[in-house]
T-cell receptor
């Protein structure tokens, strides 16, 4: 079993839809949770980070962590074609190494 | 502007050749990482370094080598022992003060064996 599981998609939605992206994990010691966005042939860029449980909102994006269920989510409201990318979840203990999910490919069509 | 620079963007390797991928950062970050990305497999850690003159193997280090002689630089050599080197290679860095903020990635090098 992988430490971090993420559905690879692709997830295809119409413009304006609410998108829900999710990851599950097995190690309860993870404390820092992040979401990266990666456009085709580019490096990932940090989108959101959350410490421990709870929600964090930034514009159209909301990151949610449920440590009791070992489940994290990224919600995108009013999705745009420019949101089409691969979204990677990542998490860590107190050390430097991040553990990444395999990424979910999102397609937002006009 | 601070960031990570990877070069070249595209690289072609003949069978049996060693090639070196460059990674330079001006973020004053202590830690640097090399990942390999293949379709459907996510990011796999090759090597990482948390301090100058020290580095550790990641999950798929066989056929690769690194050096960390300067804080700013962490080159990756793909040796002829790496049997399937065609992939997208990503370099990343993180600072001690940014433990909570994840990594900064470069724009990647696409290596193709010809």
């Amino acid at each position: 079993q992988k430490e971090v599981e993420q559905d690879p998609g692709p997830l295809s939605v119409p413009e304006g839809a609410i998108v829900s992206l999710n990851c599950t994990y097995s190690n309860s010691a993870f404390q820092y949770f992040m979401w990266y966005r990666q456009y085709s042939r580019k490096g990932p860029e940090l989108l959101m980070y959350t410490y421990s449980s709870g929600n964090k909102e930034d514009g159209r994006f909301t990151a949610q962590v449920d440590k009791s269920s070992k489940y994290i989510s990224l919600f995108i409201r009013d999705s745009q074609p420019s949101d089409s990318a691969t979204y990677l979840c990542a998490m860590r203990f107190n050390t430097d190494k991040l553990i990444f999910g395999t990424g979910t490919r999102l397609q937002v069509f006009p | 502007d601070g960031g990570i620079t990877q070069s070249p963007k595209y690289l072609f390797r003949k069978e049996g050749q060693n090639v070196t991928l460059s990674c330079e950062q001006n973020l004053n970050h202590d830690a640097m990482y090399w990942y390999r990305q293949d379709p459907g497999q996510g990011l796999r850690l090759i090597y990482y370094s948390q301090i100058v003159n020290d580095f550790q193997k990641g999950d798929i280090a066989e056929g690769y080598s690194v050096s960390r002689e300067k804080k700013e630089s962490f080159p990756l050599t793909v040796t002829s022992a790496q049997k399937n080197p065609t992939a997208f290679y990503l370099c990343a860095s993180s600072g001690r003060q940014g433990l909570n903020y994840g990594y900064t990635f470069g724009s990647g090098t696409r290596l193709t064996v010809v």
